[in-house]
């Protein structure tokens, strides 16, 4: 399938194994480090909630910018905004994208790759030596599959404005898939 028309990918640090991965196929290939980060940022979130919180409530206790004493009461007797349950949401959130894309980052070259590359290649020559779609079906048209590998391609470099994933198999992966016949 001609790439045509679609962004191209910045050349990294090491080789490409795919431009546009699909969104199981990085969970699938997730690090162990990975899902230690997301934990990390899983736990400490409602740690540092709690630090804020804790901040905020002894800078009104000192008089901090001519605060009045009914303020001063009502703040004390007020619950955080964000309690354990919605910072401990909120950090799962966060921890998951980040371990996404530093999962991301090793399909795009951008950081060490070698475990995923002979992974990707034992799980992709599999597929075309059964006779599979590499990639997998897809229900959409051909321009379909187009637009939507032109939409997520780089939305990784974009995820913390707009956390953007591949769900659509496709053909545009910006690599030779003449290695998995071999």
Same mark, same amino acid.
């Not at 790439?3 to 290939?29: C, N, Q, W």
């Not at 051909?142 to 659509?168: D, G, H, T, W």
């Given at each position: 399938?001609?790439?045509?028309? #679609?962004?191209?990918?910045?050349?990294?640090?090491?080789?490409?194994?795919?431009?546009?991965? @699909?969104? &199981?196929? *990085?969970?699938?290939?997730?690090?162990?480090?990975?899902?230690?980060?997301?934990?990390?940022?899983?736990?400490?979130?409602?740690? %540092?909630?709690?630090?804020?919180?804790?901040?905020?409530?002894?800078?009104? =206790?000192?008089? *901090?910018?001519?605060?009045?004493?009914?303020?001063?009461?009502?703040? +004390?007797?007020? +619950?955080?905004?964000?309690?354990?349950? !919605?910072?401990?949401? %909120?950090?799962?959130?966060?921890?998951? %994208?980040?371990?996404?894309?530093? &999962? $991301?980052?090793?399909?795009?070259?951008? $950081?060490?790759?070698?475990?995923?590359?002979?992974?990707? #290649?034992?799980?992709?020559?599999?597929? /075309?030596?059964?006779?599979?779609?590499?990639?997998?079906?897809? /229900?959409?048209? !051909?321009?379909?599959?187009?637009?939507?590998?032109?939409? =997520? +391609?780089?939305?990784?470099?974009?995820? &913390? *404005?707009?956390?953007?994933?591949?769900?659509?198999? @496709?053909?545009?992966?910006?690599?030779?898939?003449?290695?998995?016949?071999?």
């Amino acid at each position: 399938m001609s790439e045509e028309g #679609l962004p191209t990918i910045p050349k990294g640090d090491y080789p490409l194994i795919d431009a546009d991965p @699909h969104f &199981s196929r *990085v969970m699938r290939y997730f690090r162990f480090s990975d899902i230690g980060i997301w934990a990390a940022v899983t736990a400490s979130a409602p740690l %540092l909630v709690g630090l804020m919180d804790y901040n905020k409530y002894t800078q009104i =206790s000192k008089g *901090v910018q001519g605060t009045i004493k009914g303020f001063l009461i009502a703040a +004390r007797q007020r +619950r955080s905004m964000f309690g354990p349950a !919605p910072s401990l949401f %909120l950090g799962a959130v966060g921890g998951f %994208l980040i371990a996404y894309q530093r &999962s $991301s980052y090793r399909f795009l070259g951008y $950081s060490e790759n070698a475990r995923e590359q002979a992974k990707d #290649l034992e799980e992709l020559s599999k597929r /075309a030596k059964a006779g599979l779609p590499i990639y997998g079906e897809s /229900a959409l048209t !051909p321009e379909l599959q187009k637009i939507a590998a032109s939409y =997520s +391609r780089l939305a990784i470099f974009k995820f &913390s *404005v707009f956390p953007l994933f591949n769900f659509v198999n @496709h053909p545009y992966h910006g690599v030779d898939t003449s290695k998995y016949f071999k």
